[in-house]
Structure formats: C-alpha cells, structure tokens
C-alpha cells in the first residue's frame, strides 16, 4: 500500500472525531487506574481517578456531539466511534471499578456481565434504529431504554463509598451467599442499571 494512503483515515478525522477518542482514552485510562488500585489496594486515589476520568468522558461524550451538530460534521463514523468508546468508558470501565471496589464475588461477576451486556446490546438498538427515530431535520428525538452514559449514577456512588473508605470488606451493604456463590446487594443496582438501557422506555434526548 502507498506510504500517502496508508494514513488517510487519521487525516480525514474530523474535529467532533478526535474528541470521541478524548472518551475513549479517559475510559481505559479508568480501566488501568481500577487495575492498579487492586495492586496497591492501600492507594485509593486510584480508584478514585478513575471515577474521575469516567466524569471526564462524559464531557467528550457530551462535547462531541454539539461540536458535530455545529460543524455539521456527523457522519456514520463518527456515530460508530462513538458507541465504541462509550463501551469502554460506560461499560467495561464502570464495571471494573465496581470490581476492583470490592463487588466481585462469582453472582457479582454475573451481574456486571449482565450490564456490560445490556450497553453493548442498547448502544447497537440505537445505530440501527438512529435514522427511523430521527425527525425531519435528521435528529433523534428520543432514547429508547436510558442512554449508557447514565452509568456514570453508579460510578459516583462507587466514588462517595472509596472516598469514605466504603469498599472492599466494608462495602455498603454487606454481602450474602446465594447458592455456593457471593453477592454483594450493591451489584443489583448494576442489574437495574442495565435492566432499563434494554427496556423501552423512551427517554427525551436534549
């Protein structure tokens, strides 16, 4: 392939593009910081950054859209993009957070497959459904099932726990045995989560 080719697709990124990867970049940058917290457990500032870096995709989230809508740069791609990264920092991120926090017994493990799942499952419904849910002037008028980001919900409350020092053994809610496996009652939450990213419930989109 020619040298002037091989680079082409960096080189046809549009500016709403490259802060779509912005998200994506805070979303496994949280992934490493819940990876190092569980090597130094007595580090909790990493965890803690990466809460904060989920907060901090969501403003790329939120950002490259409107820079999209002004530049009139939307595209196919760029809705793909999009949905990629909000996989990881939505998704995966939140849920090894939730892990490295201390929900990781064998039913919370299902639980966060389960809602990892769900987002993967919601954020296709919506590529393929984007354009019968759009209006005249080619913009979605509602979500159906609530949008992934709103996992954020569950990543500040996983921040206030490691902030009080909530996490591991001291985990809200304590933990059950349920059939030879562990629960922690705080990973329902993660359930419920996931549960409406696949329900219909149509959610207005601003």
Request: aromatic residues 14%; proline residues 4%.
């Given at each position: 392939m020619p040298t002037h080719r091989r680079f082409s697709m960096i080189r046809d990124f549009h500016l709403a593009d490259w802060i779509t990867v912005g998200n994506a970049i805070c979303g496994t940058g949280a992934l490493f910081s819940a990876m190092t917290f569980l090597q130094a457990p007595t580090e909790r500032w990493h965890l803690l950054l990466a809460c904060g870096l989920i907060a901090l995709a969501l403003v790329f989230d939120v950002l490259d859209g409107k820079v999209?809508?002004?530049?009139?740069?939307?595209?196919?791609?760029?809705?793909?993009?999009?949905?990629?990264?909000?996989?990881?920092?939505?998704?995966?991120?939140?849920?090894?957070?939730?892990?490295?926090?201390?929900?990781?017994?064998?039913?919370?493990?299902?639980?966060?497959?389960?809602?990892?799942?769900?987002?993967?499952?919601?954020?296709?419904?919506?590529?393929?459904?984007?354009?019968?849910?759009?209006?005249?002037?080619?913009?979605?008028?509602?979500?159906?099932?609530?949008?992934?980001p709103t996992s954020l919900v569950l990543v500040i409350l996983l921040a206030v726990a490691a902030w009080n020092g909530r996490i591991g053994e001291e985990l809200w809610g304590g933990a059950a045995m349920l059939a030879g496996g562990l629960l922690h009652p705080l990973a329902l939450l993660f359930a419920v989560s996931g549960s409406l990213m696949i329900s219909t419930l149509r959610i207005p989109k601003p």
């Open positions: 999209a809508r002004w530049r009139h740069d939307s595209s196919p791609f760029g809705r793909e993009l999009d949905s990629l990264s909000d996989v990881i920092s939505f998704g995966v991120a939140p849920a090894a957070i939730a892990f490295a926090a201390g929900i990781d017994g064998f039913w919370d493990c299902v639980v966060l497959i389960y809602f990892i799942a769900c987002g993967v499952s919601r954020l296709a419904r919506f590529n393929v459904t984007a354009e019968q849910l759009s209006g005249d002037d080619g913009k979605v008028r509602y979500y159906e099932g609530t949008p992934i």
